[in-house]
């Protein structure tokens, strides 16, 4: 009888690795709330430090680039997120357009109904970045982040078009004018000194007056 081979496995990270990604979470999780309470501007090294229980000298230890380069990587992970809910709503290729968008909006509109915070930092404060003087890095790499999640409706809208579900327009506009669109619904009817969230049922609304507005029967370009 044939002895069963051991099967691989990953290594049990030691008790200092554990310890160090525990602290890093700390520290990402009083970064996340600092500027969630204060916005980018308000918010200090120290405060996140204090928080998080550490000197400030260990926050520069975990995290390079001092508070944009914290603000980047709490960002980071909430743009990890919409990229898992943009590959899951977009991947049928067989859907239409509306349907594929419209899980693609409903899924984003819920994330953030259930993340006020991410939402609160990515309309108020990433602009913010991009535009100070500080941060350039970090800015860089948030603006290309953003990018690439408007990027992920491209192909879709590309084949809608192939197959003559939509007009012939250029898609990486029709993919900023449809992202564009859902941050803004998301932005009007976010009450943030109330705490609710957006309103998602609202969504297929959205996704009906953006498919009016590219509907393969209406007026052509000139």
Known sequence: MDTPRPTASRPVPSWKEQARELLHEAILGA???TFAEKGYEGATVDEIAERAGV????VYNHIDGGKAGLFAAVLGEHFDDLDRIAAEALADEAAPLRDRFARYAEGVASYFAEHLDHLVLHLRDVPRL?????GVEQAVLLKERRRRLVAALVPPIEAAAARGEIRAVPAEMAA???FSALLSYLFQTCHVDDRPGPE???VSQLVALVFDGLGAEGPAST
């Open 176 to 178: 900023q004018f449809c």
């Open 31 to 33: 970064a996340r709330t």
């Open 55 to 58: 000197g400030k000298g260990t």
């Open 130 to 134: 991009v535009f100070s003087a500080e």
């Open 200 to 202: 998602v049922k609202g």
